[in-house]
């Protein structure tokens, strides 16, 4: 079973609508992150998490997105004002407490269709 | 030339033979090497964590890296139906935050 629950499994949205995605890891983690897939194409990264700040991000992530931990558990992205093209499959990942780089562990997604 | 390159398949093999994936990458920098599995509408599932040059093993799983030819591989061994999915090589730079991943190889394993 991944180490993350991710909600909902699937939105659709009309597009210009806000969506909001949800990220709650099993255990306490430290470090978050977001990548996406469109259909047919590489897992790309979006943006990485640590200590309630955004270590890196990518230039896909414009300020149409904002990521945030409302309540010290669940870790979201939210998309403003959504567009067709983002329309693709969105996966948290975390990163365990151990110093040194350890590998990323992977939800099962959420599917976000914009109509 | 793309960071990664991962030949996209489809690959299909017969069950119980041996499955051997590759990437190569360009950028030398990229120190953490990893493969995921990938079903159907689900998320990447680590399979195998590399740092060194070399072979590491475990189960039917064999990862090899070539820090110097900048090429990873992936063997499966006695490979299963259950193994048909999507391959996902995956590089990180050291102290980096963000994985760079290749497009991702289709395995079909006939019973």
């Known amino acids: 079973e991944p180490e993350v629950t991710q909600t909902p499994s699937h939105q659709v949205t009309q597009m210009g609508q806000e969506v909001i995605l949800r990220c709650v890891p099993i255990s306490n983690h430290l470090y978050f992150y977001w990548y996406r897939q469109i259909l047919g194409q590489k897992v790309e990264f979006l943006v990485s998490f640590y200590n309630n700040e955004i270590s890196e991000k990518s230039e896909i992530f414009d300020d149409q997105f904002s990521v945030e931990r409302p309540d010290g558990s669940n870790f979201t992205l939210k998309i403003r004002s959504t567009k067709l093209e983002d329309s693709a499959m969105y996966f948290c990942?975390?990163?365990?407490?151990?110093?040194?780089?350890?590998?990323?562990?992977f939800g099962d997604g959420t599917r976000l269709s914009i109509l | 030339q793309k960071e990664v390159e991962q030949d996209p398949g489809p690959l299909s093999v017969p069950e119980g033979a041996i499955v051997s994936l590759n990437c190569t990458y360009s950028?030398?920098?990229?120190?953490?090497f990893m493969w995921y599995r990938q079903y159907s509408r689900k998320g990447p599932e680590l399979l195998m964590y590399t740092y060194s040059s070399g072979n590491k093993e475990d189960g039917r799983f064999t990862a090899q890296v070539d820090k110097s030819s900048k090429y990873i591989s992936l063997f499966i061994r006695d490979s299963q139906p259950s193994d048909s999915a999507t391959y996902l090589c995956a590089m990180i730079k050291a102290a980096g935050n963000k994985l760079t991943f290749g497009g991702g190889t289709r395995v079909l394993v006939k019973p």
């Open positions: 950028n030398s920098a990229f120190q953490y």
């Open positions: 990942a975390i990163r365990g407490l151990d110093q040194g780089n350890q590998p990323q562990h």
